[in-house]
C-alpha cells in the first residue's frame, strides 16, 4: 500500500514562492497530483502529472506552478512561484490509476475517491 507524506508548506508573502514534496513509500508509478482546499471553498486541483510525463494545470495557476517528480527518489514536487493571497490553501497530494483528466476529476467533482492521499500540508500567502 502505498503512502504520501506532504512537507514544505508554510507561511510567504504575495509574489513569493514555496516548494512542496510528496515522499511516497513504495510504488511510485501511478498518475500524482496536487490538489489543494481553501476553508469553506470546493477541492481543486492544482497539477498533474500523468506516466509518461504530460503535466496539465488549470489556468488559475498555469505559468506560476510546475509539477515535477522524482522517480529514483520517490517523490513528486510542486514548485509555486509568484504566490498570491488566493493560493493560501491546504494543499495534498494524490496518487491513482487514472490519467489526469480523470484523476481531477475523480478528486474534486467525483468526491474525492483517488487510490491514495497524503496527509496534507498548509499554505499560507499574506500581502
Known amino acids: 500500500q502505498v503512502q504520501l507524506a506532504e512537507s514544505g508548506g508554510g507561511s510567504v508573502q504575495a509574489g513569493g514562492s514555496l516548494r512542496l514534496s510528496c515522499a511516497a513509500s513504495?510504488?511510485?508509478?501511478?498518475?500524482m497530483a496536487w490538489f489543494r482546499q481553501a476553508p469553506g471553498q470546493e477541492r481543486e486541483g492544482v497539477a498533474c502529472?500523468?506516466?509518461?510525463?504530460?503535466?496539465s494545470y488549470p489556468s488559475s495557476v498555469k505559468g506560476r506552478f510546475t509539477i515535477s517528480k522524482d522517480n529514483a527518489k520517490k517523490a513528486l514536487y510542486l514548485q509555486m512561484n509568484s504566490l498570491e493571497v488566493e493560493d493560501t490553501a491546504m494543499y495534498y497530494c494524490?496518487?491513482?490509476?487514472?490519467?489526469?483528466?480523470?484523476?481531477?476529476?475523480?478528486?474534486?467533482?467525483?468526491?474525492?475517491?483517488?487510490?491514495?492521499w497524503g496527509q496534507g500540508t498548509l499554505v499560507t500567502v499574506s500581502l
Open positions: 513504495g510504488y511510485i508509478g501511478f498518475t
Open positions: 502529472i500523468d506516466t509518461d510525463g504530460s503535466t
Open positions: 494524490a496518487a491513482d490509476h487514472r490519467i489526469c483528466e480523470q484523476m481531477v476529476v475523480a478528486g474534486t467533482v467525483g468526491g474525492g475517491r483517488l487510490a491514495v
